[in-house]
């Protein structure tokens, strides 16, 4: 259509003519810009060296040109991680049976900050028990130190009791990335999993 040179056919009244008009206009506007992602520009994710449950070395590199929900707890946690967790999980599911496709683009990951007592086997129990679509990473202190670092995450061991368990305190998100490692937004796992999925279906493109 060219929006410089539209000529009516025939007369209308003023009002008509002119409703049409803006019509016209808003047809012949550019589209706007879609709105920014919320963590845009934050120094959120990076370059990470980690083991998988088979002991396998996985890279952050290794997901370039996939989305990726990545979450940081520890298989003994007693409540909120494994809640987060489910609830990140389901939210996945219910966009993978919306859009199977899309999903198939996603790789949601749970990464330990509990090296220690999260070995390779255990890191891979805690994540079956949700999906089998869900990555469990785990490594050395000194590599859990480097990827917690890398996308902003707080944790420190608590206090053991006589027998010698501990609790682990974290800062809790569950962090959508982009296709090039970049940061798009937090799923907001503690609303439940319609609001994940909606968080997906939003930004997974």
Known sequence: MNCNAMILPFRLPRL?????ALSLLAACSPPQAADPAPLA??????PFELVDSNGQTV???????????VYFGYAYCPDICPYDVQRMMQGYNR????????????QPIFITVDPARDT???VGKFTAAFSDDLL???????QIQAAAKAFAVYYSKGEESPGGGYLMDHSRAAYLMG????????LPVDQGA????????????
């Open 16 to 20: 008509a003519s002119a409703a049409l």
């Open 41 to 46: 520009g934050a120094a959120i994710g990076g």
């Open 59 to 69: 890279r952050w590199s290794d997901f370039d040109g996939r989305y990726r929900i």
């Open 95 to 106: 966009f993978a049976q919306a859009e199977p496709a899309l999903a198939a683009q996603v």
């Open 120 to 122: 390779p086997e255990v």
């Open 136 to 142: 469990g990473l785990t490594g050395t202190p000194e």
């Open 179 to 186: 296709r090039d490692g970049e940061p798009i937004a937090l």
């Open 194 to 205: 319609e609001a994940v999925a909606a968080e997906l279906d939003r930004w997974v493109t």
